[in-house]
């Protein structure tokens, strides 16, 4: 079978459409088509079937899907390794990340991968609407993601993950806030307090819900904000308290204080997700052990 068909039927398998596979790979949506129905000729079983107005992978598809995979796999091993006898890892590495985490962690990043002879590194800023970071694996090298924990989307995909980071999560108050004179604040002390909330489902208000559960009241949300740096300015003015990333939150410095949570786990995990392929070229490991460095340094920077 053509390796490049088999490449098809895995992009099939990941983006879910032919539209989407010939968009992303530059082609008609006629010739994908007319390449996977070759190799469906060469397998000699069904590989897709309709459904509504679309297809999906039949039983025969996904398994060849994962040998697309497998195969994809074994051909990046093999450059690797010929890249690490003949050279130092050079090419472009694309990433995306979500916007605290660029703040957080691509000033130094980019530092320490400008000196790299031949390895560029082109970085971009995710959606924070984004359902589900897995998603943009086919179109970037890297995609930095947090959540509360490795989603089972990820497993299921297939996709090489490393953790980086675990950033714990504080209550943001406005200086002079009576709660600011604790060093820190259990569930009972913010019963009555007004939050900056963010959108229902993001791993902040997943801690919001932890606190109503163990107080039984529920949690007062005067407003709610993606953009972190609205919510410390509205804290900083007094309409509220809300829970914010530590190591990126200017407190001390806008008017407003952080306090750490007691009898709740508060934080989020920062992951590196990609695809297994790509994951064995040697530019790849070296921006995600050059990130891998860079987290490191922040949280011992911080806990300092």
Partial sequence: MDVRRLELLRELAERGSITAVAKAGRRTVSAV?????VLEREAGVPLTERSGRGIVL???????????????????????LWADFKQAPSGEVTLTIFPTGGQMLLPGLLTAVH??????????DQDPLTPDFADLTPDFDIVVADSPGMLPSWRERGLAVVKLMEEPLDIALPEG???????????????????????????????????????????????????????????AAGHGVAILPRYTTRDHENGLVTRPLSGVRAVRQIWALMRPDRAERPSVRLVVEALRTEAARVAAQHSA
């Fill in 177 to 235: 806030h009576p709660l600011a004179a604790k060093t820190s604040l259990s569930a009972r002390d913010l019963t009555e307090v007004t939050w900056i909330g963010v959108p229902l489902g993001f791993p902040y208000d997943r801690i919001l819900r932890q606190l109503e559960a163990i107080t039984g009241v529920p949690a007062t949300i005067g407003q709610r904000f993606l953009d972190n740096g609205i919510v410390e300015s509205l804290v």
């Fill in 58 to 80: 039949t039983g025969a598809g996904r398994m060849l899907a994962q040998t697309a995979t497998d195969v994809a796999i074994a051909l990046e091993r093999a450059d690797a």
């Fill in 115 to 124: 000196d790299m002879p031949g390895l560029v590194l082109t970085a971009t």
């Fill in 33 to 37: 088509s007319q390449q996977l129905k």
